[in-house]
């Protein structure tokens, strides 16, 4: 009986990254079958995995944990239904391969009876063949195989996962990713990196309809939005109000910057966290009936008071309707000024946007350079979120050029690099000579048409950077920039 595992579950079993993966596929160091692994492979292709130990596992989930800060203290359990039916699930399962293995026991005692009744009435030759053979056969089946505890380990651990998240594949996009604990399909999307239609995010728009094409969804919130019979009919459910309740295919649209329309919406100031006298991050709650629709290291206008401005997102969209600012003190910028210093809790900020083109190249899998200019660092922040979330790219660096306001999340940027294999970080002091430091950025990567370059500064060292960077042979069409003020 074979047994195949998806990738993105395979990547959570073996502990490897997506990118990683890919390149052993690539590299016909693993085989698959219609995107899937078939389970002896994938033992095969990691001969000294301890699938039954899952200590360090957990010691990287932890680290990743702290790292990140995200709410993931909070994840639970599926919900409940759909948990009911994912056991009922594994139970159905479970019972078809007992009757499998009676049914193959009764053929064997069948077998059995039979070579007694042939071994009657043969000659001496063929009853010690057949006695062979019936020695054989007890022998093999008596015989544990070498790899059945690694096996049961593999599938025990496998089951895990199954019962508490599910797989979901996006056509005709390609994109995967695991819904966790009580997640929607558009939670768990957006937690993952993937950007798919949708308006509200609470079952009133109906703009984050798609397809089933495959699997089984479960309605695990309430929606006003009414499907037509017609759409049911088609399989179209709500991203925004169903979970997978097994491993989906769903044909959905996953959007880029130009499909994104701009929003208006009015979020509450939650607080101001103060990076260091010279720069803080104002944090945002959007409304629950209306999150902002944006895409890692896009941009927002805030408006208060009859003053705004235009700053760049430093969240990300995996962190639902929380939305960071992070804004330079300056005496001269009375908006600034209000924005760090004369809001109250719950105040109302308007926002209007997304805008800009600086996203994620999200089908790339090129290692990828963040180079932040000062507090160009808010958008390469988002981006690196969004890039972490996607685990596609080979490795990730970031070179943090500090202006005056320093590197003020330097413990952030220490915890990605402790907790990720392929992410390093490399902080470089305020330099008068700007040129020479990017040059020597450049000069350590003699390969550097290999990589994607994402950028965020003045537009003066942005256009040092590109000629610097192009001049070493990063490819024109490698390089993407976010401008920010000084
Ligand atoms: S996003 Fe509006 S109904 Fe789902």
Redesign the pocket.
């Known amino acids: 009986m074979s047994h195949f595992l998806p990738l993105s579950r395979v990547t959570k079993l073996a502990e490897i990254s997506r990118h990683a993966l890919q390149e052993m596929i690539r590299n016909g160091k693993l085989d698959t079958f219609d995107g899937m692994v078939e389970l002896n492979e994938l033992l095969r292709a990691f001969p000294d995995a301890k699938w039954d130990d899952d200590a360090e596992f957990r010691r990287i989930t932890e680290i990743k944990e702290k790292a990140f800060g995200k709410r993931v203290f909070e994840r639970a359990l599926p919900d409940k239904e759909v948990l009911a039916a994912r056991l009922f699930e594994l139970g159905n399962e479970y019972a078809a391969t007992k009757a499998l293995l009676m049914h193959y026991s009764n053929v064997l005692s069948w077998l059995d009876e039979k070579i007694d009744e042939i071994e009657e009435d043969k000659s001496n030759e063929t009853r010690h063949a057949l006695h062979t053979l019936r020695a054989f056969i007890v022998r093999h089946l008596a015989e544990i195989p070498p790899d059945a505890a690694k096996v049961q380990a593999l599938i025990a651990q496998e089951r895990i996962l199954k019962i508490m998240s599910a797989h979901v594949t996006i056509k005709p996009s390609g994109h995967e990713f695991i819904v966790e604990s009580n997640d929607t399909l558009?939670e768990a999307a957006l937690r993952a990196g993937v950007s798919l239609d949708?308006?509200?995010?609470?079952?009133?728009?109906?703009?984050?309809r798609a397809r089933l094409i495959s699997g089984e969804v479960r309605k695990v919130r309430a929606?006003d939005?009414v499907l037509s019979q017609v759409e049911k009919d088609a399989g179209v459910v709500?991203?925004?109000?169903c979970a997978a309740v097994n491993d989906v295919v769903i044909e959905a649209n996953v959007a880029g910057a130009k499909d994104i329309q701009e929003q208006h919406l009015v979020a509450k100031a939650k607080s101001v966290e103060v990076f260091n006298p010279r720069v803080a991050a104002l944090h945002l709650m959007a409304p629950r009936s209306q999150r902002l629709r944006f895409l890692a290291g896009q941009s927002i206008r805030l408006s208060a008071r009859g003053m705004s401005g235009l700053y760049p997102i430093a969240s990300c969209p995996c962190e639902e309707r929380h939305i960071e600012i992070q804004i330079m003190r300056n005496a001269d910028d009375a908006f600034s000024q209000l924005l760090l210093d004369g809001l109250k809790v719950n105040d109302s900020v308007e926002l209007e946007g997304p805008y800009g083109e600086f996203v994620l190249e999200d089908a790339s899998t090129r290692p990828i350079i963040f180079v932040a200019f000062g507090i160009g660092f808010a958008p390469i922040k988002s981006l690196i979120q969004h890039a972490m979330s996607l685990d596609l790219a080979e490795s990730i660096d970031l070179h943090w050029l500090a202006d005056e306001a320093g590197h003020y999340q330097n413990n952030l940027c220490r915890a990605w690099a402790d907790a990720l294999d392929n992410f390093n970080y490399v902080p470089h002091a305020p330099a008068t000579d700007v040129k020479a430091t990017i040059a020597n950025i450049a000069n350590d990567y003699p390969d550097l048409h290999r990589f994607d370059v994402y950028a965020a500064g003045t537009a003066a060292q942005l256009q040092t950077a590109k000629r610097i960077f192009l001049e070493h042979g990063l490819p024109k069409q490698h390089w993407w920039t976010g401008t920010v003020d000084a």
Not at 198 to 208: D, L, P
Not at 238 to 241: E, G, P, Q, R
């Open positions: 558009l949708y308006g509200c995010s609470n079952g009133n728009c109906g703009e984050c929606h939005y709500l991203l925004c109000s």
